[in-house]
């Protein structure tokens, strides 16, 4: 089957960095995608990752290895408004997104 | 911006009924789905379309249905609701070509089923 593992919650304290891995089991790859949920929210693009590497975006960096079928979100200098869930996501070989269970980030001041 | 409205932010409805979901995007975008969202268990896929008049099951279709008769409209049908789809259901549409698939949602529709 098809499956995206993320750790189920992550906490860390305000101002540092935080790292929210994910790692994926699916017929066919087409790229990794990361969504923020707020509580009550919508969930919103961060970031996409076609090839591996590091894709950066002001505090947030998002990085690939297809050949460990792996990748993280990495949050850098966090900030109360940085509490959310987080997902990612795959493209898979039917071209629809497979999505994980989500990672509930919670920022401690 | 990319808008999507969702029909209702929360709705009550009894078992049997037959209720409608209503989806709106006004960024003339090609592809629409319909996901529900249950706790632990991420985003599950029911239904998607790619043009006007098709559709296309996910990973849980059954026990619903999709209606888009335009291409700004996708609406998610409940035949006979029953508790089990007490659920968020969350409504994206998608241009072709975009990055990574990038999907824009609406705010969501929270549906309990008595």
């Known amino acids: 089957g098809q499956s995206l593992e993320q750790p189920s919650e992550v906490t860390a304290v305000e101002g540092a960095i935080v790292q929210i891995n994910c790692t994926y089991q699916t017929s066919g790859f087409y790229g990794l995608s990361w969504y923020q949920q707020h509580d009550g929210g919508a969930p919103t693009f961060l970031s996409y990752n076609g090839l591996d590497g590091l894709e950066e975006t002001g505090r947030f960096s998002s990085f690939l290895s297809r050949s460990d079928s792996y990748g993280y979100l990495l949050l850098q200098e966090l900030q109360m408004k940085d509490s959310a869930s987080y997902f990612c996501a795959v493209r898979g070989s039917n071209y629809q997104l497979i999505w994980g269970a989500g990672t509930k980030l919670i920022i401690k001041p | 911006d990319v808008k999507v409205t969702q029909s209702s932010r929360y709705l009550v409805k009894r078992t049997g009924e037959k209720v409608f979901l209503e989806c709106v995007q006004d960024m003339d975008h090609e592809n629409m789905f319909w996901y529900r969202q249950d706790p632990g268990l991420g985003l599950r896929l029911i239904y998607f379309s790619y043009d006007v008049k098709m559709k296309e099951k996910g990973d849980i279709p059954e026990g619903y249905s999709v209606s888009r008769e335009k291409k700004e409209r996708f609406s998610l049908i409940l035949e006979s609701a029953s508790t089990n789809q007490t659920s968020m259901y969350l409504c994206?549409?998608?241009?072709?070509?975009?990055?990574?698939?990038?999907?824009?949602f609406g705010p969501g529709t929270r549906l309990l089923v008595l």
């Open positions: 994206a549409s998608r241009p072709n070509g975009g990055l990574g698939e990038t999907q824009y």
